[in-house]
């Protein structure tokens, strides 16, 4: 029988070595991204923030930064975080860097054309987003799927077929429910939805920079709304 699972024993406190590893390399990634992209004094917003832990990070190492978060379904747990109720509420070019970090592979594409709507509203000129997904194929596939199965208790979502499938990089079905799985989620469909309305500067893998995506477990896109 599945169990409840605090949301940091998901991630960046997973029982799991590797895993935790995964999950705190992600953390370091997106905080040195944010360094280098966010200016003085600038306004950074997490969509689909969680506990508000990215932007706790944040404020610890630039005290400058105006912290935004969007989360619908978590309680920020952190006081200098200003929790948004909608990104309407998000006044016109004001944000300088906008990350959504492990969201955009629970939504659907209806959703992340909405999503690249609101970011080419809030964001000035020469902003960036920074969006990190998970890679569910390759070598990291059946991996998952076993941790997922033994540490957590929940049967895994694919069929042996569609590991292999996934493993050689080829599609599967998308999950039934996309907000509780990452079942047939792939990154580079995503990729080139985004780029439909923004451009795609850079791409990282994580945890492992220098090797190709299919060794890797998360992708980092950078993109910006304008030219620059």
Same mark, same amino acid.
């Given at each position: 029988m599945a169990r409840e699972i605090p949301y940091e024993e998901q991630t960046i406190d997973h029982p799991n070595p590797i895993a935790r590893y995964a999950h705190q390399k992600r953390y370091l990634n997106s905080l040195q991204l944010v360094d280098r992209l966010l200016p003085n004094g600038g306004t950074i917003l997490d969509f689909g923030a969680g506990q508000g832990e990215l932007l706790h990070r944040v404020a610890s190492r630039r005290p400058d930064a105006r912290l935004l978060a969007f989360e619908p379904f978590m309680e920020i747990k952190y006081p200098e975080v200003l929790a948004c109720g909608s990104m309407e509420t998000i006044d016109d070019r004001s944000v300088d860097v906008l990350c959504a970090l492990e969201t955009l592979?629970?939504?659907?594409?209806?959703?992340?054309?909405?999503?690249?709507?609101q970011a080419v509203r809030v964001c000035r000129d020469g902003a960036r987003i920074v969006v990190s997904v998970p890679i569910m194929q390759g070598a990291a596939l059946p991996v998952k799927q076993a941790v997922r199965s033994v540490l957590f208790r929940r049967y895994s979502d694919y069929s042996i077929g569609e590991i292999a499938r996934g493993v050689v990089g080829l599609? $599967? @079905?998308r999950a039934k429910d996309i907000l509780l799985s990452h079942k047939g989620f792939d990154h580079r469909v995503l990729a080139d939805l985004l780029t439909t309305r923004l451009r795609l500067l850079q791409t990282i893998y994580s945890p492992f920079r220098n090797l190709p995506w299919w060794s890797n477990s998360q992708a980092f896109f950078?993109?910006? $709304? @304008?030219?620059?």
């Open positions: 592979e629970h939504i659907s594409d209806q959703q992340i054309m909405a999503f690249m709507d599609p $599967v @079905d950078v993109l910006s $709304v @304008d030219p620059n």
